[in-house]
């Protein structure tokens, strides 16, 4: 028995290098940071280095699946898909850093941002791999420790300030309801581990009401990383105050993370995944119906965040109120419970990564030169930075789901797999509120393009760094490209789906 519990540590531990290099560079970046005082960007230098190795490692795990450490994490193809998508964010963040003014201010020291990023991406790593509900504590509780101080590191703003706070406070309540979630189910079942919950549920009689009030509390905690109502109320006022590349970092790689752990906890625990009904949709193993509930999440967030979208005037906070829709959105793949569903899901996310990346680093590069993230300050823009305001049209239309861009065929195929599934109110709900959405994008392209150009004709045009410009385009071009050729990613995520370690 030692000897193969050796074998298996060995196994684990070479699956373990992607984790392990973000650690490293974790470490390194803040020894570096020490040591060359006088470089602010060497630790970033650093994280891209580790991010790039950790990329090599990744490349290397394909087709693995495999339960590491005692089946405690995942190395499967559904895990290495969420891995790549927040690796790349955490990669463009570190880009967009360098362009970001309000960064640089006050001689501020940046080798703990960039390490904290690092940081916050090992722990998003282990979530989307964990199998086990302590192991899913600990890794949103290590990425939440560095999200908490990100959001609040130029701490000599007010909003940023009250921004950290008001995180803090929110991720405390949401930790103190999962974990007390955690304690129910495990004092239900008898153990931790996701599967062993499935066959304890599908073999025993469970206390109906127990079980579901132990479940959605540690919804409640996956719920508030993924900003789907009513579990949103931190969301505004962080986005808002937070630095935008956090407000972006949040939006997309902690997002991916959170719904990654919905994903895998509800099919690993929940799901009788030895057979399927006529539909293809996956048979729940106890008496409650989690399609449904989650389906009401899905509208309440979609509704809510783009009728209050409608009425906001600072960029950041309408584009936080549009993620609280887009999780509503990628919810409705969710609920139907299909492998076509979940795998909308993670076409979506790798549109939503270009779209909404960009659409943050354009908000960057304007408030380096207006000073401003008002929608009001934006009249006539258009004219005076035109590549950034054809590459902002386009991450619009895509976040709206407008033809041609890859916003297009990630919504398209959510709502396909919900019609699919006989979901037709919820497509329809879904439906309406992607027209609802239109309104307030449209609002940002008129102020661009329509109002105040008059003011704006004798101005000279913003000139922006070159290697900026590249960064931007390497967003823009694949949101256009991966809708005339979709089908690298849309295979890629196809088989992914349902590889779960059982």
């Given at each position: 028995m030692i000897d193969q519990f050796i074998i298996e540590l060995q196994k684990s531990i070479s699956l373990f290098k992607p984790e392990a290099t973000l650690a490293v560079t974790f470490v390194v970046a803040l020894i570096a940071d020490l040591i060359f005082k006088k470089s602010k960007n060497i630790s970033g230098y650093i994280s891209l280095i580790g991010f790039i190795v950790t990329f090599y490692f990744l490349f290397w795990q394909k087709g693995q699946n495999y339960g590491t450490f005692t089946q405690m994490l995942s190395v499967d193809p559904f895990a290495l898909f969420f891995k790549f998508l927040i690796l790349l964010t955490s990669f463009f963040i570190i880009l967009m850093s360098f362009f970001s003014k309000e960064l640089y201010i006050n001689n501020r020291s940046l080798g703990e941002y960039f390490s904290l990023i690092a940081g916050m991406t090992f722990g998003m790593f282990l979530l989307v791999g964990a199998n086990n509900l302590i192991m899913i504590y600990l890794a949103i509780e290590t990425m939440s420790i560095s999200s908490y101080i990100l959001a609040g590191y130029t701490k000599e703003i007010h909003r940023a300030s009250e921004a950290s706070l008001k995180y803090v406070i929110f991720g405390a309540v949401s930790s103190g309801l999962m974990i007390y979630g955690i304690s129910i189910l495990f004092g239900l079942t008898g153990t931790l581990n996701l599967f062993e919950i499935n066959n304890f549920i599908a073999n025993n009689n469970v206390n109906i009401y127990a079980l579901f009030f132990s479940v959605f509390?540690?919804?409640?905690?996956?719920?508030?990383?993924?900003?789907?109502?009513?579990?949103?109320?931190?969301?505004?006022?962080?986005?808002?105050?937070?630095?935008?590349?956090?407000?972006?970092?949040?939006?997309?790689?902690?997002?991916?993370?959170?719904?990654?752990?919905?994903?895998?906890?509800?099919?690993?625990?929940?799901?009788?995944?030895?057979?399927?009904?006529?539909?293809?949709?996956?048979?729940?193993?106890?008496?409650?119906?989690?399609?449904?509930?989650?389906?009401?999440?899905?509208?309440?967030?979609?509704?809510?965040?783009?009728?209050?979208?409608?009425?906001?005037?600072?960029?950041?906070?309408?584009?936080?109120?549009?993620?609280?829709?887009?999780?509503?959105?990628?919810?409705?793949?969710?609920?139907?419970?299909?492998?076509?569903?979940?795998?909308?899901?993670?076409?979506?996310?790798?549109?939503?990564?270009?779209?909404?990346?960009?659409?943050?680093?354009?908000?960057?590069?304007?408030?380096?030169?207006?000073?401003?993230?008002?929608?009001?300050?934006?009249?006539?823009?258009?004219?005076?930075?035109?590549?950034?305001?054809?590459?902002?049209?386009?991450?619009?239309?895509?976040?709206?789901?407008?033809?041609?861009?890859?916003?297009?065929?990630?919504?398209?195929?959510?709502?396909?797999?919900?019609?699919?599934?006989?979901?037709?109110?919820?497509?329809?709900i879904g439906v309406l509120n992607s027209v609802v959405s239109l309104f307030y994008y449209v609002k940002i392209f008129r102020n661009m393009y329509v109002r105040g150009v008059e003011e704006n004709e004798n101005k000279e045009n913003y000139q922006f760094h070159p290697i900026a410009i590249i960064v931007l385009l390497l967003l823009a071009i694949p949101t256009i490209l991966f809708c005339l050729y979709p089908g690298p990613i849309a295979n890629w995520a196809a088989a992914s789906v349902g590889i779960f370690l059982g």
């Open positions: 509390l540690i919804l409640a905690g996956i719920g508030y990383k993924i900003s789907a109502v009513p579990f949103h109320f931190w969301t505004p006022d962080v986005y808002e105050g937070a630095p935008i590349t956090i407000t972006a970092l949040l939006s997309v790689a902690s997002k991916a993370a959170g719904f990654a752990v919905l994903i895998r906890f509800v099919k690993a625990a929940f799901i009788d995944n030895t057979q399927l009904d006529s539909e293809g949709i996956w048979i729940l193993i106890s008496n409650i119906d989690w399609r449904f509930i989650i389906a009401v999440l899905s509208v309440l967030s979609m509704t809510l965040g783009n009728l209050v979208a409608l009425w906001q005037t600072n960029l950041k906070r309408l584009l936080a109120y549009s993620s609280i829709a887009h999780a509503g959105y990628m919810l409705m793949g969710v609920a139907v419970m299909t492998d076509a569903g979940v795998t909308a899901v993670m076409i979506y996310f790798a549109s939503y990564l270009f779209m909404n990346l960009g659409a943050f680093f354009v908000v960057t590069l304007l408030a380096n030169k207006i000073g401003s993230e008002d929608i009001d300050d934006y009249k006539g823009i258009g004219y005076r930075a035109p590549i950034l305001g054809v590459c902002m049209v386009v991450f619009l239309l895509s976040l709206t789901g407008l033809p041609p861009t890859f916003g297009f065929i990630g919504k398209w195929m959510v709502f396909s797999a919900v019609l699919e599934s006989n979901f037709i109110w919820l497509a329809v």
